[in-house]
């Protein structure tokens, strides 16, 4: 895939929400500007989106298990008998 432009938020963001609502809506990003899919013949285009949603997805997985690897190790402590 072709490296993305550089994008600016997509929405405006009140001042008057709450400062966890204007982080996550400045993270929305105009969704003209995401390059186009693959021609849906094209096996190896596909292949490419689909190993870098995978990729995201790994790295998301990845930083939610170090976000909540605690609290679930301890949940799991308290709540299932050893």
Do not use: C
Request: aromatic share 8%; net charge negative; glycine share 2%.
């Amino acid at each position: 895939m072709s490296p993305q432009p550089e994008q600016h938020p997509y929405v405006h963001v009140p001042v008057t929400v709450s400062p966890e609502a204007r982080a996550f809506l400045a993270t929305l990003k105009d969704p003209h500007l995401m390059p186009a899919f693959p021609d849906p013949t094209d096996i190896a285009g596909w292949t490419k989106v689909q190993a870098a949603a995978e990729a995201d997805a790994l790295r998301a997985k990845f930083e939610l298990n170090l976000a909540f690897r605690r609290s679930v190790l301890a949940w799991l402590d308290k709540e299932v008998p050893a």
